[in-house]
């Protein structure tokens, strides 16, 4: 087949839509505004740390994304990991939690299995796609701050957040703009804590029912880690949503005492990142949409539930789509 698909956002799910494709013989190019792949599923990285400070662990419910997350594990780019689980709770009780939970994770980083799948496929990195546009030889790019791309594309897949779906859909598919438009997605303060040596806890992760945080996680003692003993801390949806404008200075000075609530001593080091869109309070249950006489195709946790395994199976369900004719 001659069909030239441009994917456009380099997350999970673009690259899993980009795989799919690829292997059924399409030819793909996939853009991304950052400098990498993987999207949500992201890790910083400092000189003697490293610290997954978006997703934190993934499900493999689904048969296919088992399949899937075998040969990730097969090519050494994601593990189980075995955390010792506590929760704590509004009552000020705490207590482990045990149970038969798989939680996978990239290693030796979270954004190993988007590295992985990018290997293989033509991505364009820093690429903000501002505009896509429908001519009589097919579809265009338009790029922020840049010309339109050369090339003409046959379909044009979206593979972003809703909220930057949006105006990309505004012009082409007013009905599915206004579909991203009404699916808010809620932000997430997250913190990255260094400590010079390994905190004496008798957990590696906790769900927090109290406070502003909700979630905590011994990010060094994830498969495959090296480097300082660090903590990742996430705020809840509401609690960043109120406090999404504040600087970090400000979200340190709340989430570090939290933290201390639960036992951990200061840390040496912190830095802190603002998720602006991190979660999707009420997904659409469309899994994907594809638009065949228009060649246009979305795809993405927003239109699946809202986690790693949804945006993988929403962008395989795409290329299923498109390749069917
Ligand atoms: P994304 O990963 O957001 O990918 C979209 C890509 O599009 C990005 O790379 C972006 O740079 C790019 N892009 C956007 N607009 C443009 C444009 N105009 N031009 C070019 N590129 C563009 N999921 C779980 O399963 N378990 C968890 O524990 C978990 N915890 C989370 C915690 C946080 C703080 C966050 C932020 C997310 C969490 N998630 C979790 C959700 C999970 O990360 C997402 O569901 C999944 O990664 C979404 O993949 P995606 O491909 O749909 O979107």
Redesign the pocket.
């Known amino acids: 087949t001659s069909l030239h698909v441009a994917v ?9 839509c980009a795989a799919s494709l690829q292997q059924a013989g399409v030819r793909v190019s996939v ?4 400098r990498g ?6 890790t910083r990285r400092g000189d003697d740390w490293q610290c997954d ?7 493999a419910r689904d048969a296919a994304f088992r399949a899937e997350v075998a040969n990730w594990e097969r090519a050494g780019v994601a593990a189980q990991w075995h955390p010792r689980v506590r929760r704590f709770d509004a009552d000020g009780t705490s207590s482990s939690i045990s149970g038969a939970a798989e939680r996978f994770v990239g290693a030796p980083r979270m954004t190993a299995p988007a590295a992985w799948l990018a290997s293989n496929l033509v991505l364009h990195t820093s ?4 505009a896509v546009r429908r001519e009589d030889a097919g579809w265009r790019l338009h ?2 701050g840049g010309a339109a791309l050369e090339r003409h594309y046959d379909a044009v897949v979206l ?3 809703a909220p ?2 949006a105006p ?1 859909l505004r012009d082409i598919a007013p009905e599915h703009a206004a579909l991203a438009a009404a699916t808010p997605m809620e932000g ?1 303060w ?1 913190m990255m804590l260094q400590y010079a040596a390994p905190l004496a806890l008798d957990f590696d992760a906790a769900f927090v029912n109290l406070g502003p945080l909700r ?1 905590v996680a011994r990010d060094s003692a994830k498969p495959g880690r090296g480097g300082a003993e660090c903590w990742l801390l ?1 705020a809840s949806a509401a609690w960043s949503e109120a406090h999404l404008e504040l600087d970090a200075d400000a979200v340190a000075a709340l989430l570090l005492p939290a933290f201390a609530q639960l036992g951990p001593p200061a840390p040496q080091r912190w830095s802190a990142h603002r ?1 602006r ?4 309070p009420t997904p659409r249950r469309a899994v994907c949409i594809w638009e065949a006489a228009q060649g246009l195709g979305l ?4 239109l699946n ?8 199976l ?2 395989r369900a795409l290329a299923q789509r498109i390749t069917a004719g």
Do not use: N
Not at 8 to 16: E, H, M, Q
Not at 31 to 34: A, G, P
Not at 37 to 42: E, L, N, Y
């Open positions: 456009i956002g380099a997350g999970i799910a673009g690259l899993s853009f991304d505004k950052s792949p993987a999207g949500r599923m992201s400070h978006g997703a934190q662990y993934f499900t690429m903000e796609i501002s790029t922020t593979a972003v957040p930057q779906a990309l997430c997250s979630w996430h998720w869109y991190a979660s999707t795809c993405g946790d927003w539930g809202g986690t790693v395994e949804a945006a993988w929403s962008g």
